[in-house]
């Protein structure tokens, strides 16, 4: 059974840096993209940034390029978001969410259940 | 970016069928690949796959979930609906980045 696990969230200030974990099982976790997608509350779902099954290519929106930075271990089957100048707008569920192919395809087959960031002063 | 249209809610009796559309800013069809998906959220829970590639249902997911369209206009069915149905639905394109997600239907009963 897929299993994807994010931990590392909290309240952060503004400004500051925060970095996500996301623990995956279940699968064979270096042969497929990953992809952090977030929530903010009530609100609907922005795709943040992903990577490539080797870690070798990383790919990211304009509102968080220059920010954060999605890496992975694969030998700890583990994916990470560190986010740094983070802004009241970074507040948001953020979610790790399995690419369905073993190339980038851009859309997710499994999700976690999430970590809540919030950043307020 | 690409940006995809959906309506806010939709209100269905138990029974009947669901029809939630999304319609996309520009194509997200390449060749026959129709590069639009459908996820359904329920409150406090994450994203559920339900339709890739507009119309193949994912692992697990009921028939009674359909997905149809190409081009632009895109359409998620839910026949018959069941009270488990009851949720908000997002579509999403891939056919070039960034990922994209329509707004959402929340899904009613009348």
């Known amino acids: 059974e897929v299993q994807l696990v994010e931990s590392g969230g909290g309240l952060v200030q503004p400004g500051r840096s925060l970095k996500l974990s996301c623990a995956a099982s279940g699968f064979t976790f270096s042969s497929f993209a990953m992809a952090w997608v977030r929530q903010a509350p009530k609100k609907g779902l922005e795709w943040v940034a992903t990577?490539?099954?080797?870690?070798?290519?990383?790919y990211y929106p304009d509102s968080v390029k220059g920010r954060f930075t999605i890496s992975r271990d694969n030998a700890k089957s583990t994916l990470y978001l560190q986010m740094d100048s983070l802004r009241s707008e970074d507040t948001a569920t953020y979610y790790c969410?399995?690419?369905?192919?073993?190339?980038?395809?851009?859309?997710?087959?499994?999700w976690g259940p999430g970590t809540m960031v919030t950043v307020s002063s | 970016d690409i940006v995809l249209t959906q309506s806010p809610a939709l209100a269905v009796s138990l029974g009947q069928r669901a029809t939630i559309s999304c319609r996309a800013s520009?194509?997200?069809?390449?060749?026959?690949?129709?590069?639009m998906h459908w996820y359904q959220q329920k409150p406090g829970q994450q994203p559920k796959l339900l339709i890739y590639r507009a119309s193949n249902l994912a692992s697990g997911i009921p028939a009674r979930f359909s997905g149809s369209g190409s081009g632009t206009d895109f359409t998620l069915t839910i026949n018959p609906v069941q009270a488990d149905d009851i949720a908000t639905y997002y579509c999403q394109q891939s056919r070039e980045s960034p990922p994209t997600f329509g707004g959402g239907t929340k899904l009613e009963l009348k």
């Open positions: 520009q194509s997200v069809s390449i060749s026959r690949y129709n590069l």
């Open positions: 990577i490539t099954s080797g870690g070798s290519n990383t």
């Open positions: 969410a399995k690419d369905l192919t073993t190339r980038v395809s851009w859309y997710f087959d499994f």
